[in-house]
């Protein structure tokens, strides 16, 4: 099963950045299309940006749509969310996880999901 592990998270404060990174275990990870998504306390996980397996296609949920840009590099098995423009709204444990397809509208997460991290975004 594939191990995923994300990192990155912190305090912020508005209007500041971060860049989380998962690190993917999974030996056809290059083969696979990934995603970001969140939770935020007492909401249920959102789809936030996907990724095609070559990086040649691109998604963004409308409420991250310039401000957050995804990306990955195969060779280290990795996926990243660079988040510009934070807003407190933004506050919630960001995961990563393998995606059957990224043409699902929105894309739907494989079930593998790893710990997750907290972005946390003070006004």
């Known amino acids: 099963q594939v191990q995923l592990v994300e990192s990155g998270g912190g305090l912020v404060q508005a209007g500041g950045s971060l860049r989380l990174s998962c690190a993917a275990s999974?030996?056809?990870?290059?083969?696979?299309?990934m995603g970001w998504f969140r939770q935020a306390p007492g909401k249920e996980r959102e789809f936030v940006a996907a990724?095609?397996?070559?990086?040649?296609?691109?998604k963004h949920a409308d409420s991250v749509k310039g401000r957050f840009t995804i990306s990955r590099d195969n060779a280290k098995k990795t996926v990243f969310l660079q988040m510009n423009s934070l807003k407190p709204e933004d506050t919630a444990v960001y995961y990563c996880?393998?995606?059957?397809?990224?043409?699902?509208?929105?894309?739907?997460?494989?079930?593998?999901w790893g710990q997750g991290t907290q972005v946390t975004v003070s006004s």
């Open positions: 996880s393998l995606l059957p397809t990224i043409w699902s509208d929105p894309p739907r997460a494989s079930g593998s």
């Open positions: 999974e030996r056809t990870f290059s083969a696979s299309d």
């Open positions: 990724i095609s397996r070559s990086g040649g296609v691109t």
